[in-house]
């Protein structure tokens, strides 16, 4: 197996002050210490509610400090927001979810986290049905699919709950306070451009996607797209979809290099997607060996991966940031104050030589607040 160590580093430093160009917030604090559960958070929270709401906006009696202690927030003017990721169990939206808690712990709110074990618009469903039946003040949610989920959550929306788009979008975001996500054009401009250079700009390449529909990986595609078109030696293949799935990622591999050996390139546009690549590279043996992968996202499998040089360069999003100002959006439409529209995110490329750097290794995904 080959263990190309590429010097990506002229490409990722030009990519990086690009992408902190686009980025709307790159000043973003590396990951912290975390806190767990949504009782401590709660508590530890209400010790910081004077200074955040309690001070500084008009409406304080709904942040204020009269209602410190709050395991009975939403009674007495705590609010009470609920995160609805993508899917559980994805180091992506555990990061979110560990950035959403460290700001509700600062601003002293009550966060809980609830979501369905696959990500599918009707397994996302049910969950936000449920949650509505005992509706927080705000929900983060990160839709599924960009039209499957803009009537249940624009039912949400009439039923008086601040509703902010975290990650992933909807055909109409208007009906959201707040949406907040990564420049994923961008990001899939990024991974064309790694991918290219690692290639010798020569070669079919190939794209695993998830499914068609997630606003996210949809732009990722499209970034990509636009972004190779520039190599008149590259031949794209087109994309083919994992469905989320490990396991199919790595069969997609398996039949495109039976289809056609040449392949020199991959771009997986997710977590899921770039680990299952990376299987079917490893599985490939000796003629996955000169096939370069960029996967998206960094979770601790892919670095591994990484370092194991079965895939040569990662996309990293910054969930944390996501969840943070998130929480902190939902927060300022509840108190009645200004908020952005829409927030985008910035993004690292990771390297096997980069990984230990102070400009990477803080947006490497936990499995774990
Ligand atoms: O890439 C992230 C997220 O941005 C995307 O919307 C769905 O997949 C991930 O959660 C990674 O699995």
């Not at 208007?174 to 991918?195: C, K, P, Q, T």
Request: aromatic share 4%; net charge negative; proline share 5%.
């Amino acid at each position: 197996m080959r263990r190309t160590r590429l010097t990506l580093a002229a490409t990722v430093a030009a990519l990086s002050i690009l992408a902190a160009a686009c980025g709307g917030d790159a000043a973003e604090e590396p990951a912290g210490t975390g806190t767990t559960g949504g009782a401590a958070a709660t508590d530890a929270g209400a010790e910081t509610g004077t200074e955040t709401a309690g001070t500084e906006t008009a409406g304080t009696e709904t942040a204020g400090t009269e209602t410190a202690g709050t395991e009975t927030a939403g009674t007495g003017g705590d609010y009470r927001i609920t995160l609805i990721p993508g899917v559980t169990g994805d180091e992506f939206y555990v990061s979110m979810e560990c950035g959403a808690r460290e700001a509700a712990e600062e601003l002293g709110v009550e966060l809980d986290v609830q979501g369905a074990d696959t990500f599918d618009p009707t397994a996302q469903t049910p969950v936000l049905e449920a949650v509505l039946a005992d509706p927080p003040d705000a929900i983060l949610i990160a839709p599924t699919d960009t039209q499957a989920l803009q009537a249940p959550i624009q039912a949400a929306v009439d039923a008086g709950v601040v509703v902010v788009l975290v990650d992933t979008t909807l055909d109409d975001p208007s009906i959201a306070a707040s949406a907040i996500a990564s420049d994923n054009v961008e990001g899939g401009r990024m991974a064309a451009e790694a991918l290219a250079e690692l290639i010798g700009e020569e070669g079919p390449v190939l794209v695993i996607n998830v499914n068609p529909g997630i606003s996210t990986t949809d732009q990722r595609q499209q970034g990509f797209e636009g972004g190779i078109e520039a190599y008149e030696n590259i031949t794209y293949l087109g994309t083919e979809f994992s469905n989320n799935e490990p396991a199919q990622a790595a069969s997609i591999v398996d039949a495109t290099l039976a289809a056609e050996p040449e392949l020199a390139g991959i771009f997986a546009t997710n977590l899921f997607s770039a680990e299952g690549a990376a299987t079917g590279i490893r599985n490939a043996g000796e003629a996955g060996a000169d096939i370069s992968v960029v996967g998206f996202d960094a979770g601790p499998a892919q670095v591994d991966q990484l370092e194991e040089g079965l895939v040569q360069a990662l996309i990293v999003q910054k969930p944390l940031e996501i969840g943070r100002q998130g929480v902190e959006q939902a927060v300022a439409a509840l108190n009645g104050e200004p908020v952005e529209a829409e927030i985008s995110t910035d993004f690292v490329t990771a390297t096997q030589e980069n990984l230990d750097d102070e400009e990477i290794a803080p947006f490497l995904y936990r499995d774990a607040c």
